[in-house]
């Protein structure tokens, strides 16, 4: 589950700059990755995957503090 929101988060955040610019370049964008991670041999980063994931990060960003708190947590125990 946390590839998924990395991927989502490296789509929305990274490529698309925290903007929705969907209509300008993100069916390609989204395409020209999905080939180049799968020529990096992932498996499971298809168009639609990927896509997803983007969906997924946009309605959990919040997942992102929560992991970095809890990892914080445990680091000073």
């Known amino acids: ?6 991927f989502g988060w490296y789509l ?4 698309q700059a925290g903007a929705d610019r969907a209509e300008l370049y993100g069916k390609n964008l989204i395409n020209r990755l999905s080939v180049a991670l799968r020529n990096l041999g992932l ?4 168009a639609t995957n990927l896509k ?6 946009s309605a959990y960003r919040e997942i992102g503090q929560t992991l970095s ?5 445990s680091t000073s125990m």
Do not use: A, P, T
């Open 52 to 57: 997803q994931c983007r969906n997924f990060y």
């Open 12 to 15: 929305l955040e990274f490529e």
């Open 1 to 6: 589950m946390i590839h998924n929101w990395l």
């Open 43 to 46: 498996k499971g980063v298809s």
């Open 69 to 73: 708190d809890q990892s914080n947590l």
